[in-house]
C-alpha cells in the first residue's frame, strides 16, 4: 500500500468528521432560533395572517378545523421562521466545504454570488407578503360569492403562503442562475438575449405551477421573474467581457 492509498480512508474521514459538525452546527442554530421564537409563536401567527384578515368580512375571523391546529400551526411556523433565519448561516456552512477547491479569483465572485442568493430569497418573500398577498387576498375577497362568508382554516392557510414563499423566493435566484449559466460557459449572453420571448413564456410556465390557478397570482410572479431575468443578462454582461478581450 503505497502513501496516497495510506491516506485516502483518513482524508474520508477527515471530510466526513467535517461534514458531521457543520450538519450538528446547522442544526443547533435551527433548534436555538425556535427556542427562542416560539414563545412569541402565537404573536407571529397573527402577524403572518395579517394580510388575509385585514379583507375578511366584519365580525368573521379565521377557523381551526382541526383539534390540533391552533398548536400546531404557529409550531409549523415557528419552525419555518427558524429555518428561514438560519440560512445565511446554512449557506456560510456549505460554503465552508466548498471554498478550500475553489480558486481566489472564483472565490471572490462565489461570496458575492452567496450574499446575492441570500439576499434575493429574502427580497422574494418580502415582496410576496407585502404587495402580493395584500392586492392576492383583497381580490379572492372581492370575488366572493353572494351569501358566502369567507373564513380560512389556519393550517391550510399557512400551508399556502409558506408555498408561495417558497416560490417566489426561488424565483428571485434568476438573476443568479443566470449569472451562473453564463459565467459557466454553458451558455453566452447573446443567445440568452435572442431566447428573450421563450423565457418570458417560460416564467408565465412556472408562475402557473408554483402559484395558486388564477392569472392574477401567476401574473404577481411571471413579471418579477423576467425584470430578474433581466438584471441577470446585464450582470452577465459585465462578467462576459473580460472574456471576451
Known sequence: MNALEHHAPIAVVSHLRQLRSRLLRCLLAIVLLFIGL?????????????PLRAFLPAGASMIATSVTSPLMAPFKLTLMLALFVAMPLILHQVWGMVAP??????????????????TLFYAGMAFAFFLVFPMMFG???????????????IALYLDFILALFLAFG?????????????????IDVQTLSKSRAYVIVGCFVVGM???????????MLAVP?????????????MVSRPHAL
Open 225 to 237: 421573474m423576467w425584470l430578474l431575468f433581466e438584471v441577470g443578462l446585464v450582470a452577465s454582461r
Open 38 to 50: 416560539f414563545p412569541f409563536a402565537q404573536t407571529l401567527y397573527t402577524a403572518i395572517s395579517a
Open 139 to 153: 381580490f379572492f375577497a372581492s370575488v366572493t360569492p353572494e351569501g358566502v362568508e369567507m373564513m380560512t382554516d
Open 170 to 186: 426561488l424565483a428571485f435566484q434568476i438573476p443568479v442562475a443566470t449569472f451562473l449559466v453564463v459565467w459557466a460557459g454553458m
Open 209 to 219: 405551477i408554483l402559484t395558486p390557478p388564477d392569472v392574477f397570482s401567476q401574473t
Open 101 to 118: 477547491v475553489v480558486y481566489r479569483r472564483e472565490r471572490r465572485i462565489a461570496i458575492a454570488l452567496l450574499v446575492a442568493s441570500v
